[in-house]
């Protein structure tokens, strides 16, 4: 089996590869501008209104958070120069002072009270809420300092703060308030690197230079995010001069972009595959048997293989191999078909059924390819998944909506258990479709205890039982590999964010 998916895949993908860089007309770059390609648009210019990576693209060039991440990859001061914990139920920021917005309303204490407390309201639902929802209180000291009280103690604050930097971006109080509550949707404004110019709906977002940025004025004077979500077609614009920057490269094109006018960059991500379950609505899903079924179901190593020339982590759980609590001991379900049948027959579903398989194509690398090599392995043990590719904008309105059925391929990230099993996994949670109640208790156990070695303890514990029950089938952590012009200086980072703020042309 491993050697029939393998042969195909990787035929297939030389084929498409071997007639798609052909070069065709296409604007090339201006000398002082970086065009970057990625999979999809924007869904919208409120730091707090999504929760695609995408999106948060653009808006980390315009935006600031408290906190970033150094080039250790460690926690490092963005907005906010130090913190500290006055008692176990605060943190303490010191904020940067002289600092303004982009359209001259001063940074202070009140921008980041006005911040949380806006995405801290159940009524704004913002999708990154969970990530937040232990801040009880924003609590504004002076003019540049500013407290935030928990209701219990809260380990994975400055990660959180970080990770759910989309909701945690500083917005301007009087641009956001005046200009009604929609303001933000369509004329972002912030602190950061780059100012928003237009935004033309599916083609580009235009961006330019901010020469008041506190950290220094951006050596590139001008970005352009293109939306470009064919592979093939990122590649061809990338290897003519029309863009400088392509994410999602495919590991077989590697080779042959690491030489002449292009160069490949690449780093671990912090980001997951998985296939999620819908358990919340009258579907085979909803018995656990079925859930483990198509675990074992799923010749994940083999799709490894052949999608991802074998690079990235095969992941046991739901979690990033290199995050906090990982157990390096944790086994995944090993690919057994007749072992999927048994338990589907226990089941009650010895024929298989039809389940609906929601995706988007083109948002992660090899996202359709894997899906459809997934959706093959489930047919032979008689699942039939019915694939739904969604656009990034249906999928955004459907997500907010509850509205995922059947088996999703969502993609998540987080380097802690309690910022990827508490959003997914938790009962209620925005991206949670599973509910356990002794996994509820540990996971709010873990989230409010300080000691690492208790945490680890507690989350060794959850793990017994997500195993178990199987809301997912985690896969990979798949690398992050982006195209360059051979001009452009730029490193990435794990967590796939694209960072401008250092980026400069030789």
Do not use: C
Request: hydrophobic share 40%; charged share 25%; aromatic share 10%.
């Amino acid at each position: 089996m491993n050697k029939i998916l393998r042969r195909t895949f990787l035929t297939a993908a030389l084929a498409t590869t071997s007639l798609a860089i052909a070069p065709f007309p296409v604007a090339a770059q201006e000398a002082d501008t970086l065009v970057v390609a990625q999979p999809a648009d924007a869904y919208s210019m409120d730091p707090a209104k999504h929760s695609a990576f995408p999106t948060a693209n653009i808006l980390f060039q315009i935006y600031d958070g408290l906190v970033t991440q150094g080039d250790d990859g460690q926690m490092a001061p963005a907005l906010a120069k130090s913190w500290t914990n006055p008692d176990p139920l605060t943190w303490r920021f010191k904020l940067r002072e002289g600092v303004k917005f982009q359209n001259g309303e001063p940074f202070n204490a009140e921008a980041v009270k006005f911040t949380f407390d806006r995405a801290l309201d159940p009524k704004f639902k913002a999708p990154y809420y969970s990530r937040i929802s232990a801040i009880k209180s924003v609590v504004v000291v002076d003019d540049y300092t500013v407290d935030f009280k928990t209701a219990k103690p809260f380990p994975t604050m400055l990660l959180s703060l970080y990770e759910a930097s989309f909701a945690a971006l500083i917005v301007p109080p009087k641009h956001t308030q005046e200009n009604g509550g929609n303001a933000l949707a369509t004329t972002p404004v912030g602190t950061g690197p780059y100012k928003f110019v237009k935004w033309l709906k599916d083609e580009e977002v235009e961006l330019e230079a901010n020469p008041d940025y506190w950290g220094g004025k951006p050596k590139i004077a001008k970005v352009v995010f293109r939306p470009i979500k064919e592979t093939r077609t990122r590649i061809a614009e990338l290897t003519s001069g029309g863009v400088g920057l392509a994410a999602d490269i495919p590991p077989e094109d590697v080779p042959s972009l690491s030489s002449g006018d292009t160069k490949i960059e690449t780093v671990p991500s912090d980001f997951l595959y998985f296939l999620a379950f819908d358990t919340t609505r009258d579907t085979p899903l909803k018995d656990k048997r079925v859930r483990q079924a198509i675990n074992y179901a799923v010749d994940v190593d083999a799709i490894q293989q052949a999608l991802l020339n074998s690079m990235g982590n095969r992941i046991a759980l739901t979690l990033p191999a290199n995050g906090f609590a990982y157990n390096p001991d944790w086994k995944p379900y090993p690919y057994d078909p007749d072992k999927a049948k048994k338990l589907l027959a226990e089941a009650g579903y010895p024929d298989g059924f039809t389940i609906p398989l929601m995706t988007r194509k083109g948002r992660f690398l090899k996202d359709a390819e894997i899906v459809e090599a997934t959706a093959g392995f489930l047919a032979k043990v008689g699942i039939k998944a019915e694939i739904k590719y969604l656009e990034p904008g249906v999928w955004g309105q459907i997500s907010e909506k509850k509205g995922r059925e059947g088996i999703t391929f969502p993609g998540w990230s987080g380097r802690d258990p309690n910022l990827v099993w508490d959003p997914l996994l938790k009962t209620g949670q925005y991206q949670s479709y599973f509910s356990n109640p002794e996994l509820d208790a540990l996971l709010d156990q873990g989230a409010s205890t300080i000691n690492p070695e208790e945490r680890k303890s507690i989350y060794e514990k959850a793990a017994v039982i997500i195993k178990d029950e199987a809301p997912h089938l985690p896969m990979i952590q798949p690398p992050l590999i982006y195209g360059l012009s051979a001009n452009l200086n730029w490193k990435p980072r794990t967590d796939s964010i694209i960072d401008l703020r250092k980026a400069s042309f030789q």
